[in-house]
Nanobody, 126 residues
Framework: QVQLVESGGGLVQAGGSLRLSCVASGRTFSSYGMGWFRQAPAKEREFVAAISRNGLRTTYADSVKGRFTISRDNAKNTVYLQMNSLKPEDTAVYFC???????????????????WGQGTQVTVSS
């Protein structure tokens, strides 16, 4: 069982920045691919970014590429999402997720992830 706890959400003006954190329980964090997803009201949960187990490979949704950066610190069991140049359309609940399949490539699909956090709200005002 893996527990994931997100933090760092909040209210920010357009053009601002936030850094989200997600701390995972357990001693095998370095064996999980990690991802961030988001869900806006009345919309499907969508992929944002993902990172491989060793942190060397990342992938992003086109809508956030060049503005968001995913990273991880395996010594701290933590994955981060640095969000810059935020836009009102980035407003959503952001979820981190763990992929325990031992794959090498960071996964972009919801079905690839086995465990999910409770989410943290990000609101970007115009």
């Amino acid at each position: 069982q893996v527990q994931l706890v997100e933090s760092g959400g909040g209210l920010v003006q357009a053009g601002g920045s936030l850094r989200l954190s997600c701390v995972a329980s357990g001693r095998t964090f370095s064996s999980y691919g990690m991802g961030w997803f988001r869900q806006a009201p009345a919309k499907e949960r969508e992929f944002v970014a993902a990172i491989s187990r060793n942190g060397l490979r990342t992938t992003y949704a086109d809508s956030v590429k060049g503005r968001f950066t995913i990273s991880r610190d395996n010594a701290k069991n933590t994955v981060y999402l640095q969000m810059n140049s935020l836009k009102p359309e980035d407003t959503a609940v952001y979820f981190c997720a763990a992929d325990t399949s031992l794959g090498y490539a960071p996964a972009r699909t919801r079905g690839s992830y086995d465990y999910w956090g409770q989410g943290t709200q990000v609101t970007v005002s115009s």
